[in-house]
């Protein structure tokens, strides 16, 4: 797992919403950034965490650590899951289809 993207951002949102700042680590996949996926699912785990996945892969090795900021400027529809309760998850086909919210079936989330 690569945790290398830690550099601190200055973002400036004017309307930032979420409950943590934009500077807070986020875990989304390299097919997001690299490939031009969507983000297909969005999870908030027990302790806070948030996960924007493609929903392409389950391969650790995709997987990439970078700023929330980063990620809501690349796709500012993530904003209408700012308020999704912890250990929920919106999902959607595409980035063009409505998030869909439900919560965590398994209790299999971190
Ligand atoms: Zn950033």
Avoid: I, K
């Amino acid at each position: 797992m690569q945790n290398d993207a830690h550099a601190h951002h200055a973002h400036a949102f004017e309307a930032w919403p979420f409950e943590v700042p934009a500077e807070t680590g986020v875990f989304t996949t390299r097919q997001v950034l690299e490939d031009g996926e969507p983000v297909r699912e969005a999870h908030h785990d027990a302790d806070g965490d948030w996960q924007f996945l493609c929903g392409t892969t389950r391969d650790a090795a995709d997987l990439r650590y970078v700023c929330m900021g980063c990620m809501l400027e690349r796709d500012a529809t993530l904003a209408v899951v700012a308020h999704l309760p912890v250990e929920w998850t919106a999902s959607r086909g595409s980035a063009n289809e409505p998030w869909v919210q439900a919560p965590y079936a398994g209790g299999d989330a971190t």
